[in-house]
């Protein structure tokens, strides 16, 4: 199984970045997937997740209204379209795929940086 993660970068207050996870090894309808984030210092934190049948969004309650997660079933990829930027964005944003409590893959992790 392989998440590979892309599309972060440095970006100014205020600006968007589009993350791309692209799953191989694993079908998305079968699992669920998405974003944690860990910025320095700080413990990972989860972003958002999309759930495997009903294909179902969650928020964290900071990135609601300013974060948008699609699926892309035919081409095994997630797209996390991240819009008003803030500096407390800043972080290293990890591709997580689970089932149950069974399986839990992570991908390599791509760097976010806001600029106040």
């Known amino acids: 199984v392989q998440l590979q993660a892309s599309g972060g970068g440095l970006v100014q207050a205020g600006g968007s970045l589009k993350l791309s996870c692209a799953a191989s090894?694993?079908?998305?309808?079968?699992?669920?997937i998405g974003w944690f984030r860990q910025a320095p210092g700080k413990e990972r934190e989860w972003v958002s997740f999309?759930?495997?049948?009903?294909?179902?969004?969650y928020y964290e309650d900071t990135v609601k209204g300013r974060f948008t997660l699609s699926r892309d079933i035919a081409k095994n990829t997630i797209h996390l379209q991240m819009n008003s930027l803030r500096p407390e964005d800043t972080a290293v944003y990890y591709c997580?795929?689970?089932?149950?409590?069974?399986?839990?893959?992570w991908g390599q992790g791509t760097q976010v940086t806001v600029s106040s």
């Open positions: 997580n795929a689970r089932w149950g409590s069974a399986f839990d893959y």
């Open positions: 999309i759930s495997a049948r009903e294909g179902r969004t």
């Open positions: 090894g694993i079908t998305l309808d079968y699992y669920a």
